[in-house]
């Protein structure tokens, strides 16, 4: 894993983290990163969740197909 950059660009302007910005400016950068963590934790949780949805949903629709085919082969024996 890389080290977090202790340059922060801004508007096309680089700011050292330490250096350049007071203790309210460096905690809203901490707060941006930690949302921007946590965003990516998300989706990536989401795109388990809408790929197991969408596996269910095929698996659902595939046995009621199966029940409706075998019905159908039932009645015409």
Known sequence: MTE????????????????????????????????????ANIKFELDQVSASQEYFTNKLIASIKADKDAELASEVS
């Open 4 to 39: 977090q950059s202790n340059v922060i660009t801004i508007d096309g302007k680089e700011f050292d983290f330490e250096k350049d910005l007071n203790k309210d400016q460096q905690y809203y950068i901490n707060q941006i990163r930690s949302c921007q963590t946590k965003s």
